[in-house]
């Protein structure tokens, strides 16, 4: 036997969800490093772990993991993805679910989360709080035993499996409200900037926004569904993160995120399967209130200065 060949012909998403279960079910170091780089609030002791839940009639989370935060009962309700797309209504069910337990008593906070590749994480538009399978990987190469690595094989495994099967299947409907979207940015806020869109599959929802004259990794982000536009800030460090939040301005949210964190405004829900032209006003509306969160970025980038 080649003992170069790779253990398994191909690594499926349950087998995924089976190692997070049992890590999070033994590992109380992995739970304190997964609960730190998803940024929820400081692992005490756990509490459980399952599989395959439903609950309420809304749908069933892939993994809910329950611990405490000292007195506090946290819930996290886990969505695995390899390259499946997403159902229809899948992260609003989610994000019910999660709702509900806490209306219910079972909880004091849940949180949704996706777990996936990188690549495919960077493809949707639905989960602002993730953890990739590279960094899940990265962990178990860092703990260098037998056991690990073996693990980090099967998530490698599934990363390429990701990368060389996913290819995004583009909505004529959708794409057609992006191109229209794009068109009336160019027209009417030129100091924006928008790529113009090529493959805009079905659940594309965020239209990415950018100005020349601040950071790239700063972006303006029209969340369509859920009504809101973004400034994100990537990559900056806490300090910066704490000037931003002690001096944001009241007309805006301050929104934490797994990685990065924003500055948020809700400008109305859009849909992006209905007619572009009858929802012009509320598009306008958004950008407006992304020119506004531009103009106090640009007039406040001492804070960005270490």
């Given at each position: 036997m080649n003992e170069n060949v790779i253990p398994v012909e191909a690594v499926h998403e349950r087998d995924i969800d089976l190692i997070l279960l049992e890590e999070l079910s033994t590992n109380n170091t992995f739970c304190e490093w997964f609960i730190r780089e998803l940024?929820?609030?400081?692992?005490?002791?756990?509490?459980?772990?399952?599989?395959?839940?439903?609950?309420?009639?809304?749908?069933?989370?892939?993994?809910?993991?329950?611990?405490?935060?000292?007195?506090?009962?946290?819930?996290?309700?886990?969505?695995?993805?390899?390259?499946?797309?997403?159902?229809?209504?899948?992260?609003?069910?989610?994000?019910?679910?999660?709702?509900?337990?806490?209306?219910?008593?079972?909880?004091?906070?849940?949180?949704?989360?996706?777990?996936?590749?990188?690549?495919?994480?960077?493809?949707?538009?639905?989960?602002?709080?993730?953890?990739?399978y590279e960094a899940i990987s990265s962990r178990f190469h860092f703990i260098n035993t037998e056991r690990s690595l073996f693990k980090k094989k099967l998530l490698d495994i599934a990363i390429e499996k990701q990368r060389r099967g996913y290819h995004p299947v583009n909505s004529e409907t959708v794409q057609k409200f992006w191109l229209a979207y794009w068109q009336y940015v160019k027209e009417n806020h030129p100091t924006l900037y928008m790529k113009k869109p090529d493959i805009v599959p079905y659940y594309s929802d965020w239209p990415k926004l950018y100005d020349k004259r601040l950071p790239k990794n700063i972006v303006f982000t029209h969340k369509l569904a859920q009504g809101n536009v973004d400034a994100t800030f990537q990559g900056y460090p806490e300090e910066i993160e704490f000037r931003i939040k002690s001096n944001?301005?009241?007309?805006?949210?301050?929104?934490?995120?797994?990685?990065?964190?924003?500055?948020?405004?809700?400008?109305?829900?859009?849909?992006?399967?209905?007619?572009?032209?009858?929802?012009?006003?509320?598009?306008?509306?958004?950008?407006?209130?992304?020119?506004?969160?531009?103009?106090?970025?640009?007039?406040?980038?001492?804070?960005?200065?270490?």
């Open positions: 940024n929820l609030p400081y692992f005490s002791k756990r509490n459980g772990v399952w599989k395959s839940i439903s609950d309420y009639g809304l749908g069933e989370s892939d993994i809910l993991f329950s611990y405490n935060s000292k007195n506090l009962k946290i819930f996290v309700l886990i969505e695995n993805k390899i390259d499946a797309t997403f159902q229809e209504e899948q992260y609003n069910r989610y994000f019910l679910r999660a709702k509900k337990y806490i209306s219910e008593n079972e909880c004091d906070s849940a949180f949704v989360i996706l777990v996936a590749p990188k690549s495919y994480y960077e493809t949707q538009n639905y989960f602002e709080n993730y953890i990739t944001a301005p009241d007309w805006a949210e301050f929104v934490r995120h797994a990685k990065t964190f924003s500055l948020r405004v809700f400008s109305g829900k859009i849909h992006r399967t209905k007619d572009f032209e009858k929802q012009i006003k509320k598009v306008e509306k958004g950008l407006k209130n992304i020119e506004r969160l531009r103009d106090w970025i640009l007039q406040n980038q001492h804070l960005l200065n270490l």
